[in-house]
């Protein structure tokens, strides 16, 4: 059964760069399969996608975040990663990994990380 | 991007009850439809994908149907742990995004 576990410093200084990592058990984060992504959620709020990473190192990011965010991938040790630089208090949100299956016939995000709150804050 | 919006934004049931929930795309996105649940406290998770695929282990209650740009989430018969919040997103373009959720409570 594949896991994901996100982890990383809950309290971030503005300015600074936020670094989580997502560790994937059950599963080689090799595979042709799938793709592994980034999803926030503000308190309170809604979801929001960040983007996503191929075993080859390929990726995609949101817009929105795209001049900020570096999403790369350690096969080695199964792990992929995240870091938002130039925080603010608007990059305040739980933070999950999930796994992203694509097919033919859809593309959906299955299983999910248990989440980490990142605070940005001095 | 595609705007995905979701009503009612919250509603109350009681336990047996049958509940749809409505999600509307701003443009046609096929099927590439997912449905996710998510508790208090929790990561979300999977119920339904492409519109109206079950995902492994998601009871037979929950269905999935609608295509283009209206989709339907029907819960056959409310259950206590199904009181949670709801959200659809679209997988047919980057960025994928989801609706503002639908948080179903007890009446």
């Known amino acids: 059964q594949v896991q994901l576990q996100e982890s990383g410093p809950g309290l971030v200084k503005p300015s600074q760069t936020l670094s989580l990592t997502c560790t994937v058990s059950?599963?080689?984060?090799?595979?042709?399969?799938?793709?592994w992504s980034w999803i926030r959620q503000h308190p309170g709020k809604g979801l929001e996608w960040i983007g996503y990473?191929?075993?080859?190192?390929?990726?995609y990011y949101s817009p929105s975040l795209k001049s900020r965010l570096t999403i790369s991938i350690d096969t080695s040790e199964n792990q992929f990663s995240l870091r938002v630089s130039s925080v603010t208090a608007a990059d305040t949100a739980v933070y999950y990994c999930a796994r992203y299956s694509s097919s033919s016939g859809g593309n959906w995000l299955d299983p999910w990380g248990q989440g980490t709150l990142v605070t940005v804050s001095s | 991007d595609i705007q995905m919006t979701q009503s009612p934004s919250s509603l109350s049931a009681s336990v047996g009850d049958r509940v749809t929930i409505t999600c509307r795309a701003s443009q046609s996105i096929s099927t590439y439809l997912n449905w996710y649940q998510q508790k208090p406290g929790k990561a979300p998770k999977l119920l339904i994908f492409?519109?109206?695929s079950l995902q492994s282990g998601v009871p037979s209650r929950f269905s999935g149907s609608g295509s283009g740009t209206e989709f339907t989430l029907t819960i056959s018969s409310l259950q206590p742990e199904d009181f949670a919040t709801y959200y659809c997103?679209?997988?047919?373009?980057?960025?994928?995004?989801f609706g503002p959720g639908t948080k179903v409570d007890i009446k």
């Open positions: 492409a519109a109206s």
């Open positions: 997103q679209q997988s047919y373009n980057t960025p994928f995004t």
């Open positions: 990473i191929y075993y080859t190192g390929s990726t």
């Open positions: 059950g599963d080689s984060i090799s595979s042709a399969d799938y793709f």
